[in-house]
């Protein structure tokens, strides 16, 4: 069962999150608040520590740091902010963490590339008649939620609760 839910909870939040974004330019908090409650609930029966599970929180926490201040300088919104934190709780202090930030800076970097090419072309976008979600042509912001879902599922097989449910499966 718990590792039925370390295979499910975190990519499902991720997609939500990402298609939520892309769709309407907002990650709902209840999308960080299941990720992190879910953690609280799988980390401990998936054999992790309380030593291994501060570690986690110490991550959780740094990366908190940084986008609280990016937050604070304009430079990130605060869905994304949330997001990226509840997704470091699930991989600590480890390799991962550092595997999930780069991913993420990848594929953000992609996503916004694309994305102020697709507003170039706008008009011709629109009148086509293709169905393309408005926002992403109109708004200002970039829905870096879906580099944050891609960053971790690319960098989750290697997380340590991913490791653990492997381990006991085989």
């Known amino acids: 069962m ?3 839910a370390i ?8 997609g939500f999150a990402a298609f939520s974004d ?3 330019m907002t990650i709902p908090n209840r999308v960080s ?3 992190l409650g879910a953690f609280f609930l799988v980390a401990p029966m998936s054999g992790l520590g309380f030593a291994e599970i501060g570690l986690h929180l110490l991550a959780a926490a740094a990366v908190f740091a ?4 990016l937050f604070a300088t304009n430079v990130m919104g605060g869905g994304d902010a ?3 934190t509840a997704c470091a709780i699930w991989f600590g202090l480890t390799s991962s963490l550092t595997a999930f930030l780069l ?4 594929f953000g970097g992609v996503l916004t590339l694309a994305v102020l090419l697709l ?8 009148a086509s008649g293709i169905p393309f979600p408005q926002l992403l042509l109109t708004a200002k912001k970039i829905p870096y939620g879906i580099a944050i879902a891609l960053g971790g599922f690319a960098a989750y097989p290697s997380s340590p609760l991913m490791e653990a449910a492997f381990a006991r499966l085989t």
């Open 119 to 126: 507003r170039q072309q706008e008009d011709t976008i629109l």
């Open 2 to 4: 718990i590792e039925a």
């Open 22 to 24: 892309l769709l309407t």
């Open 66 to 69: 940084a986008c609280f201040a």
């Open 82 to 84: 949330k997001l990226l």
């Open 33 to 35: 608040v299941i990720l």
């Open 103 to 106: 991913y993420v800076s990848i």
């Open 7 to 14: 295979f499910v909870v975190f990519p499902f939040c991720l």
